[in-house]
């Protein structure tokens, strides 16, 4: 998953990157309002953490213009604990309203709700066939025995059972699993795939020829 953080506080921002990189998230950052619009407008996110006070253009203003565009999830940062305030973000689009200072395990929390919400998920935890997956421990069990996924394998997993049903093409997965820094000839996602199947089963995941992955 992708997420990008607004946030012109160069240590909580950094601080932010770090825990969602380790949760297994992709993580994008943006110190200014008008950066993370543009950023927002122009590449499809799984969610934004937006913090309301931002130089030249406030979270409110970038919010607004945000939901003239897309419907990506927006959980909100701010350190004005004001009734006000929080009905003003979500009467704005947010999704989801945190208030500074927070614990990161409950942000963390958050955003994984708002995601599966965003998608039609209410339920964090999925069992195919023989198959058990924990979406919030990120574990993958098969016949009851953990199976060990590396990195990429678990995240392809995780964003086709949260997109179950659909076909998922290889752009859409190079976007939303890959960064920018990322070198993708080296890292095919059918390398990931073959790799999968052999620890999962292979009729896991369905090959659309042309349209590309889902799991039904």
């Excluded at 976007?175 to 080296?186: F, Q, V």
């Excluded at 790799?195 to 349209?211: M, P, V, Y």
Aim: aromatic share 6%; hydrophobic share 40%; glycine share 6%.
């Amino acid at each position: 998953m992708k997420i990008l953080v607004i946030e012109d506080e160069p240590r909580l921002a950094h601080n932010l990157a770090k825990a969602m990189r380790e949760d297994g998230y992709v993580v994008e950052t943006a110190d200014n309002g008008a950066e993370g619009l543009f950023r927002a407008e122009n590449q499809d996110y799984d969610a934004l953490v937006l913090d309301v006070m931002l130089p030249g253009m406030d979270g409110w203003t970038v919010l607004d213009r945000l939901r003239r565009s897309k419907r990506t999830p927006v959980l909100m940062l701010t350190a004005r604990d004001h009734p006000k305030d929080r009905v003003r973000g979500l009467d704005t689009g947010a999704d989801d309203y945190l208030v500074k200072p927070f614990d990161l395990s409950e942000l963390l929390a958050r955003l994984r709700a708002l995601i599966r919400r965003s998608v039609g998920q209410a339920v964090s935890r999925w069992e195919i066939k023989e198959l058990e997956f924990d979406t919030r421990a990120r574990t993958v069990r098969k016949a009851g025995v953990p199976i060990v996924l590396t990195a990429r394998e678990y995240a392809i997993v995780e964003y086709l059972i949260l997109h179950r049903g659909e076909v998922i093409s290889r752009t859409q997965l190079y976007e939303h699993l890959w960064d920018e820094n990322d070198d993708t000839l080296s890292n095919l996602v059918d390398v990931h795939v073959f790799s999968i199947r052999k620890k999962l089963g292979a009729d896991l995941i369905t090959t659309r020829r042309g349209q590309g992955y889902c799991i039904e």
